[in-house]
């Protein structure tokens, strides 16, 4: 079966440091890849998509992610973190044939230290 | 400019109960679905619509219904509550595109709806 992966629940940074959240998928097609934020108490919101127009795509709120297919990998980053940008956030993954519906990685919760 | 909105956000049910979530979009979205969200498990599909009069299964149906009689509004409904019911629910709608994968994967999503069942 598809899956997403994402690799550590828990992310703490410092206020200023990089970012670097995890996300590989097993396909043997390329897929369409997401990232969505959820900051507490609300619903999800997206941050970013890759569709194969560009290997590096860039989201909002500073944040962006490269794919790597040969790792296939999606990981996503951002060079200076900011205490808003304390979140969880989820890995999504697209296939054809799936109907439309996107796998959901179990997520990552981020934590920025001030 | 609401979007989709979900009611109610809190509900506490006892076991055995049935209730219905709703959920209502304002965007003319053609696919809604319907997702639980447990701690450590991420966001798992329950049900889903591709237009009115459509609905499929999702990964995790057993115990819930859903009707798509109108674009708008994809309610959920649960059957008789149980305790493995608690979570919280979001309710997310998109576009179609023409084409073979139709959803473009970019999601909306509510609020949520944070269920107790006791």
């Known amino acids: 079966a598809q899956s997403v992966t994402q690799l550590g629940s828990h992310v703490s940074v410092s206020e200023g440091a990089l970012v670097l959240l995890r996300c590989n998928y097993s396909?043997?097609?390329?897929?369409?890849l997401f990232w969505y934020v959820q900051y507490p108490n609300q619903g999800l919101q997206l941050l970013l998509k890759?569709?194969?127009?560009?290997?590096l795509v860039k989201g909002i709120n500073g944040f962006e992610a490269e794919f790597k297919k040969s790792e296939t990998s999606f990981h996503l980053t951002k060079p200076s973190a900011h205490m808003s940008d304390a979140a969880e956030y989820f890995c999504?993954?697209?296939?054809?044939?799936?109907?439309?519906?996107?796998?959901f990685g179990k997520g990552t919760k981020l934590s920025v230290k001030p | 400019n609401a979007g989709v909105t979900q009611t109610p956000k809190f509900q506490v049910l006892k076991t055995g109960q049935s209730m219905t979530l709703q959920c209502a979009q304002d965007?003319?979205?053609?696919?809604m679905s319907w997702y639980r969200q447990d701690p450590g498990m991420g966001l798992r599909l329950i049900h889903y619509?591709?237009?009115?009069?459509?609905?499929d299964q999702g990964e995790v149906p057993n115990g819930y219904n859903v009707s798509r009689s109108t674009t708008e509004d994809f309610p959920l409904r649960l059957l008789s509550a149980a305790p493995s019911q608690t979570s919280v629910y979001f309710c997310?709608?998109?576009?179609?595109?023409?084409?073979?994968?139709?959803?473009?994967?970019?999601?909306?999503f509510g609020e949520g709806s944070r269920l107790t069942v006791l």
């Open positions: 997310a709608s998109s576009k179609l595109l023409p084409g073979p994968l139709g959803v473009t994967g970019e999601l909306f």
């Open positions: 396909s043997s097609v390329p897929p369409y």
């Open positions: 890759y569709t194969s127009a560009a290997t």
């Open positions: 999504a993954v697209l296939y054809g044939g799936s109907q439309g519906n996107l796998i």
């Open positions: 965007m003319n979205h053609e696919y």
């Open positions: 619509s591709v237009g009115a009069g459509i609905t």
